[in-house]
């Protein structure tokens, strides 16, 4: 009688990047969510591992004046679809544009429509210091492609479970990168951070694969995100998702969002060696 053998794993799998806990990325068949239309769905911190990295490319650092006056723009744009959505609220059952999220309110821009499966985003952020609270750590179940604008007095801090790799620039110098320990995970677990400062006046383009995770905080009032959303036609369906809602295609790391000190610094704790670099790609 012959011993059953173990299925070969298929081409993808087989050269699929893993990390060094040998987690793989999601099978791009597959949900990743339990409940599709759960807009707080959270992921057990203690078993999380990210299957890759995300990778930052800064673009270009501006003039104060002409930085602000973009970021104001796409604010603007973000500001007056939420105010349009109060005074003519989506009816039920149609795209609702404006929506929310933890960093910011959202706007999409460009809808998908048939035979195009991405869309667009804009984000105006949220100050963490001026609402003393911090967005949570999370995970998409696409892959997303964001460009982060800052103007005068603005940071935003990119952090991630895993290295987050920084791409050489002409335009900038080495970015500010430093880990700290993810706050309020459960007792007895140490999770270690891993974080990179945009500085103000500056775009810089961030790829964050499925299933990778991040966290976006912005210091100051001068910040807006230009999000591309590659599959989302396809993730809501291999979802089951009813709609297009940011939250429901997102799933958090933590039930509850830490205070403003845990997220705003944008330097190591004095306890926390500075690596030296950033990983290279």
């Given at each position: 009688?012959?011993?059953?053998?173990?299925?070969?794993?298929?081409?993808?799998?087989?050269?699929?990047?893993?990390?060094?806990?040998?987690?793989?990325?999601?099978?791009?068949?597959?949900?990743?969510?339990?409940?599709?239309?759960?807009?707080d769905e959270i992921l057990d911190?203690?078993?999380?591992?990210?299957?890759?990295?995300?990778?930052?490319?800064?673009?270009?650092?501006?003039?104060?004046?002409?930085?602000?006056?973009?970021?104001?723009?796409?604010?603007?744009?973000?500001?007056?679809?939420?105010?349009?959505?109060?005074?003519?609220?989506?009816?039920?059952?149609?795209?609702?544009?404006?929506?929310?999220?933890?960093?910011?309110?959202?706007?999409?821009?460009?809808?998908?429509?048939?035979?195009?499966?991405?869309d667009r985003y804009l984000m105006?952020?949220?100050?963490?210091?001026?609402?003393?609270?911090?967005?949570?750590?999370?995970?998409?179940?696409?892959?997303?492609?964001?460009?982060?604008?800052?103007?005068?007095?603005?940071?935003?801090?990119?952090?991630?479970?895993?290295?987050?790799?920084?791409?050489?620039?002409?335009?900038?110098?080495?970015?500010?990168?430093?880990?700290?320990?993810?706050?309020?995970?459960?007792?007895?677990?140490?999770?270690?951070?891993?974080?990179?400062?945009?500085?103000?006046?500056?775009?810089?383009?961030?790829?964050?694969?499925?299933?990778?995770?991040?966290?976006?905080?912005?210091?100051?009032?001068?910040?807006?995100?230009?999000?591309?959303?590659?599959?989302?036609?396809?993730?809501?369906?291999?979802?089951?998702?009813?709609?297009?809602?940011?939250?429901?295609?997102?799933?958090?790391?933590?039930?509850?969002r830490s205070p403003a000190d845990?997220?705003?610094?944008?330097?190591?704790?004095?306890?926390?060696?500075?690596?030296?670099?950033?990983?290279?790609?």
């Amino acid at each position: 009688m012959t011993q059953p053998t173990e299925a070969a794993p298929t081409e993808a799998a087989a050269h699929a990047p893993t990390d060094p806990a040998g987690a793989v990325p999601p099978d791009p068949g597959t949900r990743m969510k339990r409940s599709p239309d759960h807009e707080d769905e959270i992921l057990d911190v203690r078993t999380h591992r990210d299957p890759d990295r995300n990778r930052l490319t800064p673009v270009v650092r501006l003039p104060p004046e002409a930085a602000l006056t973009v970021v104001d723009a796409l604010a603007g744009l973000v500001r007056t679809a939420h105010r349009e959505e109060a005074e003519r609220p989506a009816p039920d059952g149609t795209l609702k544009r404006a929506q929310v999220f933890e960093e910011g309110d959202v706007f999409m821009l460009e809808p998908p429509f048939p035979g195009f499966f991405a869309d667009r985003y804009l984000m105006d952020f949220y100050d963490t210091t001026a609402r003393d609270i911090c967005s949570r750590m999370h995970l998409h179940t696409g892959l997303r492609f964001v460009r982060m604008m800052t103007g005068p007095d603005t940071t935003i801090r990119v952090s991630s479970l895993s290295p987050v790799t920084v791409r050489p620039s002409a335009a900038f110098g080495p970015l500010t990168a430093f880990t700290d320990e993810l706050p309020d995970t459960p007792e007895g677990v140490r999770r270690e951070r891993h974080n990179v400062i945009v500085p103000p006046n500056s775009w810089v383009d961030m790829q964050i694969p499925r299933g990778v995770s991040h966290q976006f905080n912005a210091v100051g009032p001068n910040a807006v995100i230009d999000s591309v959303h590659p599959e989302e036609s396809i993730e809501t369906l291999r979802e089951g998702m009813s709609g297009y809602r940011m939250m429901a295609q997102t799933i958090f790391l933590a039930k509850d969002r830490s205070p403003a000190d845990t997220c705003a610094g944008t330097t190591a704790p004095e306890d926390v060696p500075t690596p030296e670099d950033v990983p290279a790609p």
